[in-house]
Nanobody, 124 residues
Framework: QVQLVESGGGLAQAGDSLRVSCVAS????????MAWFRQAPGKEREFVAA???????RYSDSVKGRFTVSRENTKNTISLQMNSLKPEDTAVYYC??????????????????WGQGTQVTVSS
């Protein structure tokens, strides 16, 4: 049974940093393209960042230069370091795993497995 479990969310002020992590079980992250999505209340789930199996990285324009995705295959973990947080970064953050070559499209539909999410709230 595949499980992705996120942790590390919480409360932050604008300009602060937070790190969220995702530990996988039932799959080896080294075999998957891994990504972070987020969903704010009343909005659709949106792509944030992805780390391919070859460790190439992709970011949405809204977080480029502020967020960094990383993976530790030996720990079956991916992380998202979030710097210079803004109130508009407030959302539930989800990690996801994909085997699709379209992993970088930003479409949630190409991701096979999802975590339950962790809340990140940024106050101004």
């Amino acid at each position: 049974q595949v499980q992705l479990v996120e942790s590390g969310g919480g409360l932050a002020q604008a300009g602060d940093s937070l790190r969220v992590s995702c530990v996988a079980s039932g799959l080896f992250v080294g075999n998957y393209h891994m990504a972070w999505f987020r969903q704010a209340p009343g909005k659709e789930r949106e792509f944030v960042a992805a780390s391919s199996r070859s460790r190439s990285e992709r970011y949405s324009d809204s977080v480029k230069g502020r967020f960094t995705v990383s993976r530790e295959n030996t720990k079956n973990t991916i992380s998202l370091q979030m710097n210079s947080l803004k109130p508009e970064d407030t959302a539930v953050y989800y990690c996801a795993a994909s085997t699709s070559v379209a992993y970088g499209s930003g479409s949630p539909s190409v991701y096979n497995y999802w975590g339950q999410g962790t809340q990140v709230t940024v106050s101004s």
